[in-house]
T-cell receptor, first 113, second 114 residues
Framework: GENVEQHPSTLSVQEGDSAVIKCTYSDSASNYFPWYKQELGKRPQLIID?????GEKKDQRIAVTLNKTAKHFSLHITETQPEDSAVYFC????????????FGTGTRLTIIP | EAGVTQSPTHLIKTRGQQATLRCSPI?????VYWYQQALGLGLQFLLWYDEGEERNRGNFPPRFSGRQFPNYSSELNVNALELEDSALYLC?????????????FGAGTRLSVL
């Protein structure tokens, strides 16, 4: 089955700097890669996703890149703000998301004011 | 539009008992997914229901079961509870013309097994 590895497990960056979180997946059939943000005590919320037919997607300060050959994808957050502090999870799925999500173990991002 | 709702918020049981967790999907969504989030771990896939049928099952023992009702709400049952079943159980829903298979999560049920 699919296996998703996520690094780093914790990340601290100065406010205003950029943060990068990386994930690798094992199943070449995976074609949908969402990123979820989970604030303390709250539900996971989708922040951005990418399908395998594109290599990069941006939404304001957030971007995701996908390298299908190497089977890895990354989340980039620029101009970080204190409200970006949370746990971020990457995930992978086949059938463009019409299936279970296999999650990474999460990255706890702390923005230092 | 209401989001995914789960009940109860918290559930305390003793070892060997049974637990029942409930989930109401977003209106118009036909798929319901259940995930277990143990402390310090990621989300582990448990079960997927769509149109009343079980579509996929994660690597969990048979004492984890569930069902989906005609109104697409779902129930997760955990029999013969063990201490390691203590976790946050999250439900997600997807489906409908505009959702593009995005899974929207509920706030979860925190199950504590004593």
């Amino acid at each position: 089955g699919e296996n998703v590895e996520q690094h780093p497990s914790t990340l601290s960056v100065q406010e205003g700097d950029s943060a990068v979180i990386k994930c690798t997946y094992s199943d070449s059939a995976s074609n949908y890669f969402p990123w979820y943000k989970q604030e303390l005590g709250k539900r996971p919320q989708l922040i951005i996703d990418i399908r395998s037919n594109v290599g990069e997607k941006k939404d304001q300060r957030i971007a995701v890149t996908l390298n299908k050959t190497a089977k890895h994808f990354s989340l980039h957050i620029t101009e970080t703000q204190p409200e970006d502090s949370a746990v971020y999870f990457c995930a992978a799925s086949i059938d463009f998301g019409n299936e279970k999500l296999t999650f990474g173990t999460g990255t706890r991002l702390t923005i230092i004011p | 539009e209401a989001g995914v709702t789960q009940s109860p918020t918290h559930l305390i049981k003793t070892r060997g008992q049974q637990a029942t967790l409930r989930c109401s999907p977003i209106s118009g969504h036909t798929s319901v997914y259940w995930y277990q989030q143990a402390l310090g771990l990621g989300l582990q896939f448990l079960l997927w229901y769509d149109e009343g049928e079980e579509r996929n099952r994660g690597n969990f023992p048979p004492r984890f079961s569930g069902r989906q009702f005609p109104n697409y709400s779902s129930e997760l049952n955990v029999n013969a509870l063990e201490l390691e079943d203590s976790a946050l159980y999250l439900c997600a829903s997807s489906g409908g013309a505009s959702s593009k298979n995005i899974q929207y999560f509920g706030a979860g049920t925190r199950l504590s097994v004593l």
